[in-house]
Protein backbone atom coordinates (compact mmCIF):
# COMPACT_ATOMS: atom_id res chain seq x y z
CA UNK A 1 0.00 0.00 0.00
CA UNK A 2 1.13 3.26 -0.89
CA UNK A 3 1.51 5.99 1.92
CA UNK A 4 1.63 9.66 2.07
CA UNK A 5 3.75 11.17 4.22
CA UNK A 6 2.78 14.48 5.76
CA UNK A 7 4.81 17.89 4.39
CA UNK A 8 5.17 18.26 8.32
CA UNK A 9 7.07 14.76 9.07
CA UNK A 10 9.34 15.05 5.70
CA UNK A 11 13.51 13.87 6.76
CA UNK A 12 15.96 13.06 3.93
CA UNK A 13 14.88 9.35 3.92
CA UNK A 14 10.41 10.04 3.34
CA UNK A 15 11.90 12.33 -0.10
CA UNK A 16 13.86 10.17 -1.33
CA UNK A 17 10.74 7.40 -0.80
CA UNK A 18 8.48 10.06 -2.21
CA UNK A 19 10.92 10.54 -5.52
CA UNK A 20 11.09 6.69 -5.74
CA UNK A 21 7.65 6.74 -5.83
CA UNK A 22 7.28 9.34 -8.30
CA UNK A 23 9.39 7.75 -10.53
CA UNK A 24 7.78 4.26 -10.12
CA UNK A 25 4.89 6.16 -11.04
CA UNK A 26 6.58 7.55 -14.12
CA UNK A 27 7.48 3.96 -14.89
CA UNK A 28 4.02 2.87 -15.01
CA UNK A 29 2.94 5.66 -16.65
CA UNK A 30 5.67 4.53 -19.54
CA UNK A 31 4.63 1.23 -19.90
CA UNK A 32 0.81 2.34 -19.82
CA UNK A 33 1.65 4.45 -23.24
CA UNK A 34 3.99 1.65 -24.83
CA UNK A 35 0.68 -1.29 -24.17
CA UNK A 36 -2.07 1.65 -25.55
CA UNK A 37 0.73 2.60 -28.11
CA UNK A 38 1.54 -1.33 -29.64
CA UNK A 39 -2.22 -2.40 -29.02
CA UNK A 40 -3.64 0.60 -31.20
CA UNK A 41 -0.45 0.32 -33.98
CA UNK A 42 -2.21 -3.41 -34.07
CA UNK A 43 -5.60 -1.90 -34.39
CA UNK A 44 -4.49 0.72 -37.27
CA UNK A 45 -2.33 -1.49 -38.73
CA UNK A 46 -4.31 -1.15 -42.22
CA UNK A 47 -5.44 2.36 -41.71
CA UNK A 48 -1.73 3.50 -40.63
CA UNK A 49 -0.55 1.61 -44.36
CA UNK A 50 -2.69 3.32 -45.89
CA UNK A 51 -1.79 6.82 -44.23
CA UNK A 52 1.31 6.66 -45.66
CA UNK A 53 0.66 5.61 -48.66
CA UNK A 54 -1.28 9.01 -49.44
CA UNK A 55 1.72 10.81 -48.81
CA UNK A 56 1.99 13.32 -51.66
CA UNK A 57 2.97 16.81 -51.91
CA UNK A 58 -0.10 18.56 -50.08
CA UNK A 59 1.31 20.17 -46.95
CA UNK A 60 -1.54 19.37 -44.80
CA UNK A 61 -1.92 15.86 -45.56
CA UNK A 62 1.74 15.47 -44.50
CA UNK A 63 1.23 17.31 -41.62
CA UNK A 64 -2.43 15.30 -40.98
CA UNK A 65 -0.78 11.99 -41.25
CA UNK A 66 1.98 12.78 -38.96
CA UNK A 67 -0.04 13.96 -36.90
CA UNK A 68 -2.39 11.07 -36.58
CA UNK A 69 0.34 8.39 -37.08
CA UNK A 70 1.94 10.23 -34.09
CA UNK A 71 -1.42 10.09 -31.83
CA UNK A 72 -1.49 6.27 -32.71
CA UNK A 73 2.12 5.73 -31.74
CA UNK A 74 2.50 8.21 -29.12
CA UNK A 75 5.85 9.02 -29.89
CA UNK A 76 6.60 11.79 -32.33
CA UNK A 77 10.44 10.08 -32.01
CA UNK A 78 8.72 6.65 -33.29
CA UNK A 79 7.29 8.42 -36.02
CA UNK A 80 10.52 10.38 -36.80
CA UNK A 81 12.37 7.52 -36.60
CA UNK A 82 9.93 6.00 -39.27
CA UNK A 83 10.17 8.93 -41.51
CA UNK A 84 14.12 8.34 -41.52
CA UNK A 85 13.47 4.97 -42.98
CA UNK A 86 11.39 5.61 -45.56
CA UNK A 87 13.31 8.61 -46.77
CA UNK A 88 16.48 6.29 -46.22
CA UNK A 89 15.16 3.55 -48.36
CA UNK A 90 13.90 6.36 -51.08
CA UNK A 91 10.49 6.03 -50.58
CA UNK A 92 9.82 9.31 -49.27
CA UNK A 93 11.23 12.57 -50.52
CA UNK A 94 12.76 15.48 -48.12
CA UNK A 95 9.93 17.61 -48.57
CA UNK A 96 7.03 15.27 -47.44
CA UNK A 97 9.33 13.75 -44.91
CA UNK A 98 9.77 17.79 -42.90
CA UNK A 99 5.37 18.03 -43.46
CA UNK A 100 4.98 14.62 -41.62
CA UNK A 101 7.96 15.49 -38.85
CA UNK A 102 5.77 18.90 -38.27
CA UNK A 103 2.85 16.75 -37.70
CA UNK A 104 4.39 14.52 -35.46
CA UNK A 105 5.00 17.23 -33.21
CA UNK A 106 1.46 17.83 -32.66
CA UNK A 107 0.47 14.83 -32.62
CA UNK A 108 2.58 13.95 -29.69
CA UNK A 109 0.79 16.47 -27.27
CA UNK A 110 -1.82 14.08 -27.37
CA UNK A 111 -0.07 12.29 -24.08
CA UNK A 112 0.09 15.88 -22.11
CA UNK A 113 -3.56 16.60 -22.43
CA UNK A 114 -3.92 12.97 -20.88
CA UNK A 115 -1.58 13.97 -18.50
CA UNK A 116 -3.53 16.46 -17.59
CA UNK A 117 -6.62 14.57 -16.86
CA UNK A 118 -5.26 13.56 -13.65
CA UNK A 119 -6.90 16.79 -12.23
CA UNK A 120 -10.23 16.04 -12.73
CA UNK A 121 -11.76 14.04 -9.97
CA UNK A 122 -12.75 11.00 -11.98
CA UNK A 123 -9.51 9.96 -12.13
CA UNK A 124 -10.55 7.42 -9.02
CA UNK A 125 -12.98 6.18 -11.36
CA UNK A 126 -11.17 5.66 -14.44
CA UNK A 127 -8.25 3.54 -13.09
CA UNK A 128 -10.78 0.61 -12.93
CA UNK A 129 -10.21 0.37 -16.52
CA UNK A 130 -7.26 -1.39 -15.54
CA UNK A 131 -8.59 -4.28 -14.31
CA UNK A 132 -11.40 -3.98 -16.57
CA UNK A 133 -9.24 -4.11 -19.22
CA UNK A 134 -7.25 -6.88 -17.90
CA UNK A 135 -10.41 -9.01 -16.88
CA UNK A 136 -11.68 -8.86 -20.64
CA UNK A 137 -8.89 -9.37 -22.40
CA UNK A 138 -8.00 -12.85 -20.08
CA UNK A 139 -11.96 -14.41 -21.58
CA UNK A 140 -11.81 -12.67 -25.34
CA UNK A 141 -11.31 -15.17 -27.79
CA UNK A 142 -11.03 -13.06 -30.93
CA UNK A 143 -6.99 -11.61 -31.23
CA UNK A 144 -8.80 -8.24 -32.11
CA UNK A 145 -10.66 -8.04 -28.98
CA UNK A 146 -8.17 -9.08 -26.91
CA UNK A 147 -6.23 -6.11 -28.54
CA UNK A 148 -8.78 -3.79 -28.00
CA UNK A 149 -8.97 -5.13 -24.07
CA UNK A 150 -5.56 -4.19 -23.70
CA UNK A 151 -5.75 -0.93 -25.00
CA UNK A 152 -8.06 -0.31 -22.07
CA UNK A 153 -6.14 -1.74 -19.66
CA UNK A 154 -3.28 0.37 -20.98
CA UNK A 155 -5.24 3.45 -20.77
CA UNK A 156 -6.49 2.50 -17.37
CA UNK A 157 -2.70 2.14 -16.30
CA UNK A 158 -1.92 5.21 -17.53
CA UNK A 159 -4.22 6.80 -15.15
CA UNK A 160 -3.30 4.36 -12.31
CA UNK A 161 0.16 6.01 -12.45
CA UNK A 162 -1.09 9.30 -12.83
CA UNK A 163 -2.50 8.74 -9.43
CA UNK A 164 0.78 7.41 -7.74
CA UNK A 165 2.97 10.26 -9.43
CA UNK A 166 0.46 12.73 -7.80
CA UNK A 167 0.34 11.11 -4.33
CA UNK A 168 4.22 10.89 -4.60
CA UNK A 169 4.08 14.95 -4.83
CA UNK A 170 1.24 15.59 -2.15
CA UNK A 171 3.28 15.65 0.67
CA UNK A 172 5.45 17.95 -1.01
CA UNK A 173 2.71 20.93 -1.82
CA UNK A 174 2.90 21.96 1.64
CA UNK A 175 6.88 21.80 2.57
CA UNK A 176 7.87 25.60 2.15
CA UNK A 177 11.53 24.17 1.61
CA UNK A 178 10.34 21.67 -1.01
CA UNK A 179 8.49 24.85 -2.32
CA UNK A 180 11.66 27.63 -1.88
CA UNK A 181 13.97 25.13 -3.64
CA UNK A 182 11.85 24.87 -7.13
CA UNK A 183 11.21 28.71 -6.45
CA UNK A 184 15.06 29.10 -6.62
CA UNK A 185 15.29 27.30 -9.81
CA UNK A 186 14.45 30.10 -11.96
CA UNK A 187 17.15 30.87 -14.53
CA UNK A 188 15.35 30.15 -17.93
CA UNK A 189 18.92 28.91 -19.30
CA UNK A 190 19.20 26.33 -16.67
CA UNK A 191 15.39 25.70 -16.71
CA UNK A 192 15.53 24.96 -20.64
CA UNK A 193 18.61 23.06 -20.65
CA UNK A 194 17.03 20.46 -18.32
CA UNK A 195 14.38 20.21 -20.53
CA UNK A 196 16.44 19.12 -22.69
CA UNK A 197 19.04 16.79 -20.68
CA UNK A 198 16.14 14.81 -19.00
CA UNK A 199 14.39 13.90 -22.08
CA UNK A 200 17.99 12.61 -23.74
CA UNK A 201 17.94 10.60 -20.19
CA UNK A 202 14.71 9.51 -20.63
CA UNK A 203 14.61 9.16 -24.08
CA UNK A 204 10.95 10.93 -23.79
CA UNK A 205 9.90 14.20 -24.21
CA UNK A 206 6.19 12.79 -23.04
CA UNK A 207 8.25 11.59 -19.87
CA UNK A 208 9.49 14.98 -18.71
CA UNK A 209 6.27 17.03 -19.77
CA UNK A 210 4.19 14.59 -17.86
CA UNK A 211 6.07 15.47 -14.62
CA UNK A 212 5.77 18.93 -15.24
CA UNK A 213 2.32 18.42 -15.59
CA UNK A 214 2.23 16.29 -11.97
CA UNK A 215 3.92 18.85 -10.35
CA UNK A 216 2.42 21.79 -11.66
CA UNK A 217 -1.32 19.87 -10.76
CA UNK A 218 0.20 19.25 -7.12
CA UNK A 219 1.22 23.04 -6.59
CA UNK A 220 4.69 23.12 -6.82
CA UNK A 221 5.83 25.91 -9.37
CA UNK A 222 9.23 26.01 -11.05
CA UNK A 223 10.61 29.08 -10.79
CA UNK A 224 8.22 30.74 -8.21
CA UNK A 225 6.44 33.80 -8.94
CA UNK A 226 6.41 36.87 -11.38
CA UNK A 227 4.67 39.73 -9.87
CA UNK A 228 2.58 37.66 -7.54
CA UNK A 229 2.11 35.36 -10.49
CA UNK A 230 3.41 32.08 -11.60
CA UNK A 231 6.43 32.62 -13.72
CA UNK A 232 7.13 30.60 -16.86
CA UNK A 233 9.44 28.76 -15.33
CA UNK A 234 7.85 25.55 -16.62
CA UNK A 235 7.43 26.53 -20.06
CA UNK A 236 11.12 26.72 -20.07
CA UNK A 237 11.29 23.02 -19.30
CA UNK A 238 9.09 21.99 -22.00
CA UNK A 239 10.55 24.07 -24.68
CA UNK A 240 13.46 21.76 -23.89
CA UNK A 241 12.07 19.00 -23.87
CA UNK A 242 11.28 19.35 -27.42
CA UNK A 243 14.69 19.96 -28.29
CA UNK A 244 15.70 16.85 -25.97
CA UNK A 245 13.29 14.88 -27.80
CA UNK A 246 15.35 15.05 -31.26
CA UNK A 247 18.13 12.81 -29.88
CA UNK A 248 16.50 9.41 -30.91
CA UNK A 249 16.20 10.78 -34.62
CA UNK A 250 19.82 11.87 -34.55
CA UNK A 251 20.46 8.20 -32.94
CA UNK A 252 18.30 6.79 -35.89
CA UNK A 253 20.79 8.40 -38.81
CA UNK A 254 23.12 5.65 -37.81
CA UNK A 255 23.89 3.36 -41.08
CA UNK A 256 21.68 6.07 -43.01
CA UNK A 257 22.04 7.41 -46.19
CA UNK A 258 22.46 11.16 -46.43
CA UNK A 259 18.86 12.29 -47.17
CA UNK A 260 17.88 9.97 -44.21
CA UNK A 261 20.49 12.13 -42.26
CA UNK A 262 19.01 14.88 -43.39
CA UNK A 263 15.51 14.22 -42.44
CA UNK A 264 17.23 14.07 -38.49
CA UNK A 265 18.87 17.42 -39.20
CA UNK A 266 15.22 19.00 -40.24
CA UNK A 267 13.71 17.79 -37.27
CA UNK A 268 16.49 18.79 -34.75
CA UNK A 269 16.61 22.58 -36.86
CA UNK A 270 12.38 22.54 -36.05
CA UNK A 271 12.25 21.91 -32.83
CA UNK A 272 15.00 24.14 -32.32
CA UNK A 273 14.41 27.47 -33.85
CA UNK A 274 10.72 26.77 -32.47
CA UNK A 275 12.14 26.86 -28.69
CA UNK A 276 14.38 29.59 -29.48
CA UNK A 277 11.77 31.43 -30.93
CA UNK A 278 9.34 31.22 -27.99
CA UNK A 279 12.41 31.17 -25.65
CA UNK A 280 12.80 34.54 -26.63
CA UNK A 281 9.40 35.53 -26.63
CA UNK A 282 8.87 34.19 -22.77
CA UNK A 283 11.96 36.38 -21.89
CA UNK A 284 10.11 39.17 -23.31
CA UNK A 285 6.60 38.47 -21.90
CA UNK A 286 7.74 37.16 -18.17
CA UNK A 287 4.37 37.22 -17.04
CA UNK A 288 2.97 35.10 -20.11
CA UNK A 289 1.74 32.38 -17.67
CA UNK A 290 -0.10 34.34 -15.68
CA UNK A 291 -1.37 36.94 -18.23
CA UNK A 292 -3.09 33.64 -20.38
CA UNK A 293 -3.03 30.67 -19.54
CA UNK A 294 -4.03 30.97 -15.93
CA UNK A 295 -6.75 33.18 -16.64
CA UNK A 296 -7.88 31.00 -19.19
CA UNK A 297 -7.63 27.56 -17.56
CA UNK A 298 -8.24 26.34 -13.95
CA UNK A 299 -6.23 23.78 -13.01
CA UNK A 300 -2.16 24.04 -13.56
CA UNK A 301 -1.77 20.95 -15.30
CA UNK A 302 -3.92 21.89 -18.29
CA UNK A 303 -2.35 24.97 -18.60
CA UNK A 304 0.94 23.17 -19.21
CA UNK A 305 -0.91 20.75 -21.40
CA UNK A 306 -2.58 23.32 -23.57
CA UNK A 307 0.51 25.31 -23.82
CA UNK A 308 2.49 22.16 -25.23
CA UNK A 309 -0.10 22.07 -27.70
CA UNK A 310 0.03 25.58 -28.64
CA UNK A 311 3.89 25.88 -29.06
CA UNK A 312 3.41 22.87 -31.46
CA UNK A 313 0.72 23.95 -33.56
CA UNK A 314 2.04 27.53 -33.53
CA UNK A 315 5.45 26.78 -35.00
CA UNK A 316 3.91 24.13 -37.74
CA UNK A 317 2.13 27.18 -39.00
CA UNK A 318 4.85 29.56 -39.09
CA UNK A 319 7.15 27.04 -40.45
CA UNK A 320 5.20 25.01 -42.73
CA UNK A 321 5.42 27.52 -46.11
CA UNK A 322 8.88 27.62 -45.47
CA UNK A 323 9.83 23.55 -45.77
CA UNK A 324 11.71 24.19 -48.81
CA UNK A 325 13.62 26.06 -47.30
CA UNK A 326 14.72 23.64 -43.99
CA UNK A 327 15.50 21.45 -46.80
CA UNK A 328 18.15 23.40 -48.43
CA UNK A 329 19.38 24.08 -45.06
CA UNK A 330 19.61 20.68 -44.09
CA UNK A 331 21.26 20.05 -47.22
CA UNK A 332 24.12 23.18 -46.90
CA UNK A 333 24.89 21.54 -42.66
CA UNK A 334 25.24 17.88 -44.79
CA UNK A 335 26.33 18.09 -48.19
CA UNK A 336 26.46 14.79 -50.90
CA UNK A 337 29.63 13.11 -50.90
CA UNK A 338 29.43 10.91 -53.91
CA UNK A 339 33.00 9.93 -53.20
CA UNK A 340 31.65 8.12 -49.66
CA UNK A 341 28.62 6.49 -51.09
CA UNK A 342 29.98 5.25 -54.16
CA UNK A 343 27.99 2.07 -55.65
CA UNK A 344 29.56 -0.85 -54.54
CA UNK A 345 27.78 -2.96 -57.26
CA UNK A 346 26.02 -5.35 -54.27
CA UNK A 347 22.82 -5.92 -54.82
CA UNK A 348 20.67 -3.82 -52.40
CA UNK A 349 17.49 -3.93 -51.04
CA UNK A 350 15.34 -0.51 -51.97
CA UNK A 351 12.43 0.01 -49.52
CA UNK A 352 12.89 -1.75 -46.49
CA UNK A 353 14.80 -0.42 -43.32
CA UNK A 354 15.68 -1.93 -39.62
CA UNK A 355 13.71 1.50 -38.18
CA UNK A 356 10.26 -0.30 -40.04
CA UNK A 357 10.61 -2.97 -38.00
CA UNK A 358 9.13 -1.55 -34.58
CA UNK A 359 6.06 -0.88 -36.96
CA UNK A 360 5.29 -4.03 -38.42
CA UNK A 361 2.15 -2.70 -40.73
CA UNK A 362 4.53 -0.55 -42.34
CA UNK A 363 7.70 -2.84 -42.52
CA UNK A 364 4.83 -5.42 -44.28
CA UNK A 365 3.77 -3.30 -46.82
CA UNK A 366 7.65 -1.72 -47.98
CA UNK A 367 8.50 -6.00 -47.72
CA UNK A 368 5.87 -6.41 -50.67
CA UNK A 369 7.43 -3.55 -52.16
CA UNK A 370 10.77 -5.79 -52.39
CA UNK A 371 9.21 -8.67 -53.51
CA UNK A 372 7.35 -6.91 -56.24
CA UNK A 373 10.99 -5.62 -57.53
CA UNK A 374 12.41 -8.58 -57.02
CA UNK A 375 9.39 -10.17 -59.14
CA UNK A 376 10.35 -7.91 -61.84
CA UNK A 377 13.66 -8.03 -61.60
CA UNK A 378 12.63 -12.17 -62.57
CA UNK A 379 10.86 -11.58 -65.03
CA UNK A 380 13.55 -9.05 -67.15
CA UNK A 381 15.37 -12.13 -66.59
CA UNK A 382 12.76 -14.40 -68.43
CA UNK A 383 12.63 -11.86 -71.07
CA UNK A 384 16.38 -12.17 -71.90
CA UNK A 385 16.44 -16.02 -71.77
CA UNK A 386 13.10 -16.05 -74.07
CA UNK A 387 14.74 -13.59 -76.93
CA UNK A 388 18.05 -15.44 -76.47
CA UNK A 389 16.30 -18.57 -77.35
CA UNK A 390 14.59 -16.58 -80.50
CA UNK A 391 17.80 -15.12 -81.41
CA UNK A 392 19.94 -18.35 -80.39
CA UNK A 393 21.93 -15.98 -78.25
CA UNK A 394 24.19 -17.61 -75.82
CA UNK A 395 25.31 -14.69 -74.43
CA UNK A 396 22.13 -14.26 -72.55
CA UNK A 397 22.57 -17.49 -70.42
CA UNK A 398 25.49 -15.29 -68.11
CA UNK A 399 23.26 -12.31 -68.02
CA UNK A 400 20.37 -14.56 -67.03
CA UNK A 401 22.73 -16.35 -64.51
CA UNK A 402 23.85 -13.12 -63.18
CA UNK A 403 20.59 -11.42 -62.35
CA UNK A 404 19.61 -14.98 -60.99
CA UNK A 405 22.59 -14.84 -58.57
CA UNK A 406 21.83 -10.81 -57.49
CA UNK A 407 18.00 -12.10 -56.83
CA UNK A 408 19.19 -15.10 -54.56
CA UNK A 409 20.97 -12.41 -52.01
CA UNK A 410 18.24 -10.07 -51.97
CA UNK A 411 15.90 -13.10 -51.29
CA UNK A 412 18.40 -14.28 -48.02
CA UNK A 413 18.35 -10.30 -47.09
CA UNK A 414 14.53 -10.32 -47.46
CA UNK A 415 13.97 -13.29 -45.50
CA UNK A 416 16.21 -12.35 -42.78
CA UNK A 417 14.63 -8.61 -42.21
CA UNK A 418 11.33 -10.51 -42.56
CA UNK A 419 12.49 -13.11 -39.49
CA UNK A 420 13.48 -9.90 -37.63
CA UNK A 421 9.81 -8.80 -38.18
CA UNK A 422 8.04 -11.53 -37.10
CA UNK A 423 10.56 -11.92 -33.90
CA UNK A 424 9.10 -8.13 -33.03
CA UNK A 425 6.58 -8.63 -29.91
CA UNK A 426 4.06 -5.54 -31.49
CA UNK A 427 3.36 -8.31 -34.97
CA UNK A 428 -0.05 -8.46 -35.46
CA UNK A 429 -2.41 -11.31 -36.53
CA UNK A 430 -2.39 -9.55 -39.75
CA UNK A 431 1.08 -8.88 -40.10
CA UNK A 432 1.76 -12.34 -39.40
CA UNK A 433 -0.54 -14.14 -41.69
CA UNK A 434 0.77 -11.69 -44.66
CA UNK A 435 4.55 -12.43 -43.86
CA UNK A 436 3.59 -16.19 -43.98
CA UNK A 437 2.19 -15.42 -47.64
CA UNK A 438 5.06 -13.52 -48.39
CA UNK A 439 7.37 -16.16 -47.91
CA UNK A 440 5.34 -18.82 -50.26
CA UNK A 441 5.17 -15.70 -52.53
CA UNK A 442 9.15 -15.14 -52.68
CA UNK A 443 9.50 -19.30 -53.55
CA UNK A 444 7.44 -18.88 -56.52
CA UNK A 445 9.13 -16.25 -57.79
CA UNK A 446 12.91 -18.07 -57.19
CA UNK A 447 10.97 -21.08 -58.67
CA UNK A 448 10.17 -18.56 -62.28
CA UNK A 449 13.73 -17.66 -62.12
CA UNK A 450 15.30 -21.28 -62.46
CA UNK A 451 12.65 -21.79 -65.08
CA UNK A 452 14.53 -18.91 -67.16
CA UNK A 453 17.78 -20.83 -66.44
CA UNK A 454 16.39 -23.96 -68.06
CA UNK A 455 15.62 -21.83 -71.27
CA UNK A 456 19.35 -21.18 -71.76
CA UNK A 457 20.40 -24.49 -72.14
CA UNK A 458 17.86 -24.99 -74.92
CA UNK A 459 19.03 -22.30 -76.31
CA UNK A 460 22.96 -23.58 -76.28
CA UNK A 461 21.21 -27.06 -78.04
CA UNK A 462 20.20 -25.37 -80.92
CA UNK A 463 23.59 -23.06 -80.87
CA UNK A 464 25.53 -26.45 -80.94
CA UNK A 465 23.81 -27.41 -84.04
CA UNK A 466 22.13 -30.58 -81.56
CA UNK A 467 18.34 -29.57 -82.63
CA UNK A 468 17.03 -27.42 -84.99
CA UNK A 469 13.00 -25.42 -85.37
CA UNK A 470 10.99 -24.08 -88.40
CA UNK A 471 10.38 -20.47 -88.21
CA UNK A 472 6.65 -21.13 -86.75
CA UNK A 473 8.28 -22.58 -83.05
CA UNK A 474 9.85 -19.44 -82.63
CA UNK A 475 6.67 -17.99 -83.37
CA UNK A 476 4.66 -19.84 -81.15
CA UNK A 477 7.19 -19.49 -78.27
CA UNK A 478 6.92 -15.85 -78.49
CA UNK A 479 2.72 -16.31 -78.31
CA UNK A 480 2.87 -18.21 -75.35
CA UNK A 481 5.56 -16.10 -73.24
CA UNK A 482 3.69 -13.08 -74.17
CA UNK A 483 0.40 -15.07 -72.31
CA UNK A 484 2.98 -15.67 -69.46
CA UNK A 485 3.97 -11.71 -69.00
CA UNK A 486 0.67 -10.90 -69.00
CA UNK A 487 -0.13 -12.98 -66.13
CA UNK A 488 2.50 -11.92 -64.24
CA UNK A 489 1.28 -8.18 -64.11
CA UNK A 490 -2.40 -9.27 -62.90
CA UNK A 491 -1.16 -11.99 -60.75
CA UNK A 492 1.26 -9.77 -58.64
CA UNK A 493 -1.05 -7.15 -58.70
CA UNK A 494 -3.84 -10.08 -56.94
CA UNK A 495 -1.82 -10.42 -54.71
CA UNK A 496 -0.28 -6.93 -53.90
CA UNK A 497 -3.80 -5.49 -53.51
CA UNK A 498 -5.67 -9.28 -51.86
CA UNK A 499 -8.16 -8.95 -54.76
CA UNK A 500 -10.29 -11.43 -55.10
CA UNK A 501 -12.10 -10.59 -58.53
CA UNK A 502 -8.03 -10.66 -59.68
CA UNK A 503 -7.60 -14.02 -58.44
CA UNK A 504 -10.68 -15.13 -60.77
CA UNK A 505 -9.02 -13.51 -64.06
CA UNK A 506 -5.72 -15.29 -63.03
CA UNK A 507 -7.48 -18.40 -62.75
CA UNK A 508 -9.02 -17.87 -66.13
CA UNK A 509 -5.45 -16.87 -68.07
CA UNK A 510 -3.83 -19.96 -66.70
CA UNK A 511 -6.51 -22.10 -68.05
CA UNK A 512 -6.12 -19.99 -71.42
CA UNK A 513 -2.22 -20.89 -71.24
CA UNK A 514 -2.80 -24.60 -69.92
CA UNK A 515 -4.92 -24.67 -73.32
CA UNK A 516 -2.12 -22.55 -75.99
CA UNK A 517 0.49 -25.47 -74.44
CA UNK A 518 -1.76 -28.55 -75.66
CA UNK A 519 -2.38 -26.46 -78.69
CA UNK A 520 1.31 -25.86 -80.01
CA UNK A 521 2.18 -29.78 -78.49
CA UNK A 522 -0.35 -31.04 -81.41
CA UNK A 523 1.07 -28.66 -83.58
CA UNK A 524 4.80 -29.17 -82.92
CA UNK A 525 3.44 -33.64 -83.70
CA UNK A 526 1.51 -32.25 -87.06
CA UNK A 527 5.53 -30.85 -88.19
CA UNK A 528 7.01 -34.07 -87.26
CA UNK A 529 4.38 -36.02 -89.14
CA UNK A 530 5.14 -34.08 -91.99
CA UNK A 531 8.96 -33.72 -91.79
CA UNK A 532 9.36 -29.61 -90.80
CA UNK A 533 10.90 -30.28 -87.34
CA UNK A 534 13.79 -32.67 -86.54
CA UNK A 535 12.63 -35.22 -84.47
CA UNK A 536 15.48 -34.59 -82.44
CA UNK A 537 13.76 -31.22 -81.42
CA UNK A 538 10.75 -32.87 -79.89
CA UNK A 539 12.18 -33.45 -76.67
CA UNK A 540 13.47 -29.92 -76.26
CA UNK A 541 10.46 -28.46 -77.71
CA UNK A 542 7.79 -29.97 -75.17
CA UNK A 543 10.30 -29.22 -72.07
CA UNK A 544 10.71 -25.17 -73.54
CA UNK A 545 7.04 -24.92 -73.57
CA UNK A 546 6.27 -27.26 -70.44
CA UNK A 547 8.49 -24.85 -68.66
CA UNK A 548 6.84 -21.67 -69.96
CA UNK A 549 3.28 -23.29 -68.51
CA UNK A 550 5.20 -24.06 -65.33
CA UNK A 551 6.19 -20.25 -64.95
CA UNK A 552 2.50 -19.51 -65.05
CA UNK A 553 1.72 -22.01 -62.46
CA UNK A 554 4.22 -20.53 -60.06
CA UNK A 555 2.97 -17.18 -60.84
CA UNK A 556 -1.02 -18.42 -60.20
CA UNK A 557 0.63 -20.00 -57.16
CA UNK A 558 1.47 -16.58 -56.03
CA UNK A 559 -2.44 -15.28 -56.89
CA UNK A 560 -3.91 -18.04 -54.71
CA UNK A 561 -1.18 -17.25 -51.85
CA UNK A 562 -3.94 -14.23 -50.83
CA UNK A 563 -6.37 -17.58 -49.69
CA UNK A 564 -4.01 -19.73 -47.60
CA UNK A 565 -4.51 -17.22 -44.56
CA UNK A 566 -7.99 -15.66 -45.64
CA UNK A 567 -8.85 -14.35 -41.85
CA UNK A 568 -5.85 -11.85 -42.41
CA UNK A 569 -7.69 -9.96 -45.07
CA UNK A 570 -10.83 -9.84 -43.31
CA UNK A 571 -9.91 -6.05 -42.16
CA UNK A 572 -8.57 -5.15 -45.78
CA UNK A 573 -11.70 -6.36 -47.61
CA UNK A 574 -13.97 -5.09 -44.74
CA UNK A 575 -11.73 -1.26 -45.14
CA UNK A 576 -11.39 -2.03 -49.33
CA UNK A 577 -15.67 -2.33 -49.24
Same mark, same amino acid.
Do not use: Y
Given at each position: MINVISASSLQIGDIIFQVVQLLAGLGAFLIGVQIMSDSMTNLANVGMKKMFQRIGNNKFVGVGIGA?????????? $???VMVVGFVNAGVMTLQQATTIIMGANIGTTITAQIAALQSFDFMQYVIILTFVGFFAMSIAKSEKWKTFWNLIAGLGLIFLALEVMSMAV? #? @??ESQQI??? &???INNPFLLLLAGVLLTCLLQSSSAVTTIVIVMASGGLIIGGTVDGGVSNGALFVILGSNIGTCITAILAMTNANTNAKRSAI?? %? %? @?? &?? /?? $? =? @? @? $?F %? *? %?? #??? *?QDTLNKWFVEAGTQIAMFHTFFNVTCTLVFLPFTHLFVKLATLILPDKKAKESATGAPTLKYVDDRFVATPSIAVHQAKKEVREMGDIIMQTCDEAVLGFVKTDTSKEAIVAQRLQEVGVLNQRLVQYLVSVSANVKTSTHSEGTISNLYYVMGDVL? $? /??LSHNITKYTQKVANGEVTFSETVYVEVQKLYSKVRELYSVAMDCFLDKDFELLKVVESME?? =?? /??????VNRHIERLNKGECNPASNGVFINLIGNLERMADHLTFIAESITKHPDTYTATATANN
Open positions: ASTAIIQSSS $VTTE #P @FKKDL &LASIH %L %L @FN &LL /GS $V =I @F @F $V %L *M %LW #PTF *MR $V /GDEE =ID /GIRRDL
